[in-house]
Protein backbone atom coordinates (compact mmCIF):
# COMPACT_ATOMS: atom_id res chain seq x y z
CA UNK A 1 0.00 0.00 0.00
CA UNK A 2 1.35 3.36 -1.15
CA UNK A 3 0.58 6.36 1.56
CA UNK A 4 0.81 9.96 0.15
CA UNK A 5 1.21 12.76 2.75
CA UNK A 6 0.37 16.62 0.92
CA UNK A 7 1.87 19.42 2.52
CA UNK A 8 1.93 23.28 1.26
CA UNK A 9 -1.66 24.33 1.30
CA UNK A 10 -2.28 27.33 2.59
CA UNK A 11 -4.43 31.15 2.18
CA UNK A 12 -2.65 33.17 -0.33
CA UNK A 13 -3.59 36.43 -2.63
CA UNK A 14 -4.19 35.97 -6.47
CA UNK A 15 -1.18 36.47 -8.40
CA UNK A 16 0.88 34.90 -5.66
CA UNK A 17 2.63 31.45 -6.06
CA UNK A 18 2.68 28.37 -3.70
CA UNK A 19 4.28 24.63 -3.93
CA UNK A 20 2.36 21.48 -2.91
CA UNK A 21 4.89 19.00 -1.91
CA UNK A 22 3.78 15.29 -2.02
CA UNK A 23 6.11 12.80 0.14
CA UNK A 24 5.62 9.23 -0.90
CA UNK A 25 6.35 5.99 1.28
CA UNK A 26 7.44 3.97 -1.66
CA UNK A 27 10.76 1.65 -1.58
CA UNK A 28 10.09 1.96 -5.50
CA UNK A 29 8.85 5.15 -6.00
CA UNK A 30 10.72 5.34 -9.46
CA UNK A 31 7.80 2.61 -10.23
CA UNK A 32 4.90 5.45 -9.91
CA UNK A 33 3.39 7.50 -11.93
CA UNK A 34 2.43 10.39 -10.20
CA UNK A 35 0.06 13.52 -10.20
CA UNK A 36 -2.37 16.12 -8.83
CA UNK A 37 -6.15 16.60 -8.81
CA UNK A 38 -8.30 18.93 -7.19
CA UNK A 39 -12.00 19.16 -6.27
CA UNK A 40 -14.23 21.99 -4.93
CA UNK A 41 -17.83 21.30 -3.01
CA UNK A 42 -20.17 19.56 -5.30
CA UNK A 43 -17.90 19.09 -8.31
CA UNK A 44 -15.99 16.19 -9.65
CA UNK A 45 -12.46 15.37 -8.85
CA UNK A 46 -10.57 17.57 -11.64
CA UNK A 47 -7.48 16.28 -13.13
CA UNK A 48 -4.79 19.15 -12.70
CA UNK A 49 -1.07 17.76 -13.89
CA UNK A 50 0.48 14.36 -13.95
CA UNK A 51 4.15 12.84 -14.54
CA UNK A 52 5.38 9.56 -15.43
CA UNK A 53 7.22 7.61 -13.85
CA UNK A 54 10.64 8.73 -14.65
CA UNK A 55 10.00 12.37 -13.87
CA UNK A 56 9.10 13.17 -17.67
CA UNK A 57 6.24 13.61 -20.10
CA UNK A 58 4.43 16.19 -17.71
CA UNK A 59 0.85 16.95 -18.55
CA UNK A 60 -1.88 19.38 -17.48
CA UNK A 61 -5.43 20.27 -17.13
CA UNK A 62 -6.67 22.88 -19.62
CA UNK A 63 -7.21 25.38 -16.92
CA UNK A 64 -3.93 25.29 -15.41
CA UNK A 65 -1.57 24.95 -18.13
CA UNK A 66 1.18 27.49 -18.25
CA UNK A 67 1.08 28.85 -14.83
CA UNK A 68 1.39 25.35 -12.99
CA UNK A 69 4.87 22.94 -13.06
CA UNK A 70 4.54 19.12 -11.87
CA UNK A 71 8.07 17.74 -11.19
CA UNK A 72 9.14 14.53 -9.62
CA UNK A 73 12.32 14.16 -7.41
CA UNK A 74 12.67 9.98 -7.07
CA UNK A 75 15.92 10.40 -4.34
CA UNK A 76 13.18 12.27 -2.02
CA UNK A 77 10.64 9.96 -3.02
CA UNK A 78 8.42 13.70 -3.63
CA UNK A 79 6.63 15.52 -6.06
CA UNK A 80 5.80 18.99 -6.39
CA UNK A 81 3.35 21.16 -8.17
CA UNK A 82 4.36 24.81 -8.37
CA UNK A 83 1.43 26.96 -8.94
CA UNK A 84 1.85 30.34 -10.47
CA UNK A 85 -0.37 33.18 -11.17
CA UNK A 86 -2.87 31.93 -8.78
CA UNK A 87 -6.33 33.08 -9.62
CA UNK A 88 -9.88 32.68 -7.32
CA UNK A 89 -11.07 29.49 -8.98
CA UNK A 90 -8.04 27.83 -8.10
CA UNK A 91 -9.61 27.73 -4.85
CA UNK A 92 -9.80 23.59 -3.81
CA UNK A 93 -8.73 20.58 -1.58
CA UNK A 94 -5.45 19.50 -4.02
CA UNK A 95 -4.95 15.28 -3.62
CA UNK A 96 -1.63 13.95 -4.44
CA UNK A 97 -2.54 10.97 -7.08
CA UNK A 98 -0.31 7.79 -7.64
CA UNK A 99 -0.46 4.82 -10.01
CA UNK A 100 1.90 1.67 -10.57
CA UNK A 101 2.45 2.29 -14.20
CA UNK A 102 4.09 4.31 -16.53
CA UNK A 103 1.38 7.03 -16.82
CA UNK A 104 -1.07 8.20 -14.37
CA UNK A 105 -4.95 8.25 -15.54
CA UNK A 106 -6.44 11.41 -16.12
CA UNK A 107 -9.78 10.59 -14.78
CA UNK A 108 -9.84 10.17 -10.76
CA UNK A 109 -11.80 6.53 -11.78
CA UNK A 110 -7.78 4.81 -12.68
CA UNK A 111 -6.24 6.05 -10.16
CA UNK A 112 -4.84 3.33 -7.69
CA UNK A 113 -3.36 5.63 -4.66
CA UNK A 114 -4.39 9.04 -3.15
CA UNK A 115 -3.56 11.56 -0.31
CA UNK A 116 -6.00 13.06 1.97
CA UNK A 117 -5.54 16.52 0.51
CA UNK A 118 -4.40 20.07 1.21
CA UNK A 119 -6.81 22.78 0.66
CA UNK A 120 -5.39 25.97 -1.32
CA UNK A 121 -7.39 29.38 -0.64
CA UNK A 122 -7.10 32.02 -2.97
CA UNK A 123 -8.14 35.12 -2.30
CA UNK A 124 -9.04 38.13 -4.88
Known amino acids: QVQLVESGGGLIQAGDSLRLSCAAS????????MGWFRQTPGKEREFVAA????????EYGDSVKGRFTISKDNAKNTVYLQMDSLKPEDTAVYYC?????????????????WGKGTLVTVSS
Open 26 to 33: ERTFGTLA
Open 97 to 113: AAERNPYLPKTPNGVDY
Open 51 to 58: ISWRGTMP
